[in-house]
């Protein structure tokens, strides 16, 4: 059985498709066989409960979900979030599987952290399914206790039904100590119950030079600095390190490489520029490359890129830059972030750029 095409849907039909007499055959003629199809699906879902898979994902678990693409014709096999929704009540009618019901609730809430539920019927269905199904929600009056340098953060106001709440610490709260940071929830006694996401934004000042990449299996940029060299094989791109010659004129290539363990919506990813150097192509406009597209603008210090989505993977973008000035500066870095959701966010390091004054010019 294939979870492409009508595969899922044969599954999910368990649910409503069985009567009183029994679950009535597929239009092919094959009869359902209910465990069967909740053995397969479980089988090829990914990070399911349970799993070495699941539990070595750690903070990154996005729930349990199929990998599988959608049909390239529209089908309620290609709506992602409608299909999930029936998935949710069939494992939860049909095969009593509590614990799958809740890791693919948990992919939902997941989901919709970085992406958003298009049209009303995808959220009335994925609203139905964490609010019908499974354990309530709403109904657990549990609160997310934080814990910065060993002192509990006491929030001013907490948001209903969300429990989503805010504190910021300035430059003299700050203590060494306040790195350790530690987040725990409880509900009747039991720690770990339900779902909580939070975020932590530690903003400040330095050399550019010394701000060091910083990524996570969610979310990774590397930004790499080539100089586009003619030789009698054709154009070749040598890699610019430290103490790499260049020389006013030379062309740079800017290459950006994404790595991502989920889809995105709503990407931001601003580039600093090195002050010695102009960009080929000044003007703005929506670019496409390595399956997914952007609109690219150029700013004085930056090179800005802003995604409407990016599907999970690798994805490498290029651009160009032109050597105008001697002297020494540094490539800046690369940074990415969902308009959203900030707490995805990565930035790359930088690189030494280094130009000898052109002697001839003096």
């Known amino acids: 059985m294939s979870l492409g095409g009508t595969g899922i849907l044969d599954a999910t039909h368990v649910a409503t498709g069985a009567g009183a007499a029994g679950p009535r055959p597929l239009a092919s003629g094959r009869p359902r066989n209910r465990s069967i199809d909740h053995r397969q699906l479980r089988e090829r879902a990914v990070r399911a409960p349970g799993t070495p898979e699941a539990a070595a994902e750690g903070v990154a678990w996005q729930g349990m979900w199929w990998r599988d693409p959608p049909p390239l ?45 298009s049209g009303s019927s995808a959220t009335a269905n994925a609203v139905a399914a964490l609010l019908d199904r499974g354990d309530d929600l709403l109904g657990q009056p549990a609160v997310v206790t934080v814990t910065v340098g060993g002192e509990a953060v006491e929030p001013e ?82 890699a610019i390190g430290e103490g790499t010659p260049l020389q006013i004129g030379d062309e740079l290539v800017v290459r950006l490489v994404v790595t991502s363990d989920r889809d995105y919506e709503f990407l931001e990813l601003f580039d ?64 990415i972030r969902s308009r959203y959701a900030p707490e995805f ?18």
């Open 157 to 238: 106001a907490i948001e209903a039904g969300t429990g989503f709440f805010e504190t910021r610490l300035v430059r003299k709260e700050i203590r060494p100590e306040d790195g350790t940071i530690a987040f725990r929830r409880e509900a009747d006694g039991k720690a770990g119950a339900g779902f909580a996401w939070g975020g932590v934004h530690w903003q400040y000042l330095d050399d550019i030079a010394n701000v060091d990449e910083t990524a996570s299996k969610q979310l990774a940029i590397e930004k790499r600095l080539f100089v586009r060299r003619v030789t009698k094989a054709g154009p070749e791109l040598v």
């Open 73 to 117: 014709w529209w089908s309620w096999a290609g709506a992602p979030i409608e299909t999930h929704a029936q998935l949710i009540e069939a494992f939860d009618e049909v095969a009593g599987d509590a614990a799958s019901v809740e890791a693919m609730k948990a992919w939902l809430l997941s989901q919709k952290r970085t992406s958003q539920w």
């Open 272 to 335: 600093h520029r090195a002050s010695l150097t102009e960009p080929v192509d000044v003007l703005s406009g929506w670019r496409w490359a390595d399956g997914v597209g952007w609109y690219a603008a150029t700013r004085d210090a930056s090179t800005q890129f802003f995604f409407e989505r990016m599907p999970r993977g690798t994805h490498v973008l290029e651009y160009s830059l032109r050597v105008a000035h001697a002297g020494e500066a540094s490539s800046g870095f690369a940074t």
């Open 345 to 362: 966010s990565a930035h790359s390091g930088s690189v030494a750029l280094s130009v000898p004054a052109d002697e001839k010019r003096e």
